[in-house]
């Protein structure tokens, strides 16, 4: 899989949106971007993908810019319970699993 | 999605005993799952690969006699942490796998956190 970079750290006012970059550069023209999010002591929640064209979802939107190198997942009204660590993950969709490697993520701090 | 639980939830233990961790998907049949550890304030770090009917797939520096990893049937695969020491002390998370659904992805499980005494 291909590398990504995400800043590690990230604070946000409760009903204001929270933007989250991804750095991945050297993804490659078959790799989707997924995004997960894992709230304190519970198992990580797949929040979108997408490969090329803007996604939104009940959750979450995301940005991918034209030369795919960068990403945003958009919170649109972070609430208290958006607080999270927040996974950026590129990997090739279909023909069976392939593995994944998380990183460090960063961590949203939604504040009252 | 899917729906994956892990049981138990939390568990603590004697250094030197075993412990097992089942992990269920409960509303598909998964051929694969995933077994994570996380330590504190550190990222998910996959462990093995389990499949079911055959031999789970380790990743590297994980020991396999120590880690057993049981998928005997397409809604349950289990881990049995071997001999526990404190070092072991963890967040264990499964992970399932649906190709059947549309965002091909993985579904994770609440995760069991084992505190080794």
């Known amino acids: 899989d291909a590398k990504t970079t995400q800043p590690p750290s990230m604070d946000c006012a409760e009903g204001r949106a929270a933007n989250l970059p991804c750095n991945h550069s050297t993804i490659s023209g078959n790799e989707y971007v997924y995004w997960y999010r894992q709230i304190h002591s519970q198992g990580p929640q797949y929040i979108i993908h997408?490969?090329?064209n803007n996604e939104t979802n009940d959750m979450a939107s995301l940005i991918i810019t034209e030369d795919r190198k960068s990403s945003t997942l958009i919170l649109p009204h972070a609430t208290l319970r958006d607080t999270a660590v927040y996974y950026c993950i590129v990997r090739v969709r279909g023909g069976g699993y392939q593995k994944v490697t998380f990183g460090t993520g960063t961590k949203l701090q939604v504040i009252p | 999605g899917a729906v994956v639980s892990q049981h138990p939830s939390r568990v603590i233990c004697k250094s030197g005993t075993s412990v097992k961790i089942e992990c269920r998907s409960l509303?598909?049949?998964?051929?694969?799952m995933f077994w994570y550890r996380q330590f504190p304030k550190q990222s998910l770090m996959l462990m093995a690969t389990?499949?079911?009917?055959?031999?789970?797939?380790?990743e590297q520096g994980v020991e396999k006699d120590k880690f057993l990893i049981n998928h005997a049937s397409l809604t349950l695969s289990t881990l049995t942490v071997t001999s526990a020491h404190p070092e072991d002390s963890s967040f264990y998370i499964c992970?399932?796998?649906?190709?059947?659904?549309?965002?091909?992805?993985?579904?994770f499980g609440p995760g069991t956190r084992l505190t080794v005494l």
């Open positions: 509303d598909f049949q998964a051929t694969t």
């Open positions: 992970s399932v796998y649906n190709l059947g659904q549309s965002t091909d992805t993985q579904y």
């Open positions: 997408g490969l090329k």
């Open positions: 389990s499949n079911e009917g055959s031999k789970a797939t380790y």
